[in-house]
């Protein structure tokens, strides 16, 4: 069984996919008018699905697509998991995969943003909240 983390926003998506044990497997952020097609394509490699969602920006109006969209049938359970600081961890880790190069390195990275949006890490970090709190 694999975990779906999704960071549903207004305009973009985060989508990782993670395995039991927590390893991830893929991560990307898509448009918000293709999430749901992109959890269908998810769901052809993975098969079925356990899909934690974040709880702020989006998440009441990606629930309620998502019960009327055939993606629904594939997944075994939605998990709905709190968000609250997921973005600043986020930056942190994008930061640590990506470290600034030249004379950005010399500025804190507290006081930089990435240059792409980092909505995947937080569906990362979602999904590990959820595996975290199944004590996995």
């Given amino acids: 069984m694999h975990i779906v983390g999704v960071d549903p926003g207004r305009m973009k ?3 990782a ?6 390893k991830v497997r ?4 898509v448009p918000r ?3 749901l097609t992109h959890i269908e394509m998810v769901q052809q490699t993975y098969g079925t699905l356990h899909l934690v969602i974040g709880d702020r920006t989006g998440s009441r109006e990606f629930l309620k697509e998502l019960e009327s969209h055939s ?5 075994a359970e939605i998990h709905v998991v709190d968000e609250h600081l997921s973005s600043l961890e986020a930056r942190g880790r994008y930061f640590a995969a990506n470290p600034p190069r030249g004379l950005k390195r010399l500025i804190p990275q507290s ?9 995947d890490y937080v569906a990362v970090i979602l999904a590990q ?3 975290k709190s199944r004590g996995r």
């Fill in 33 to 35: 008018s293709n999430v």
């Fill in 111 to 119: 006081m930089q943003i990435p240059p792409v949006p980092i909505d």
């Fill in 26 to 29: 893929e991560q990307h952020v």
């Fill in 71 to 75: 993606a629904r049938e594939r997944i």
């Fill in 129 to 131: 909240r959820f595996l």
């Fill in 17 to 22: 996919v993670l395995s039991a044990d927590g």
């Fill in 13 to 15: 998506c985060g989508v």
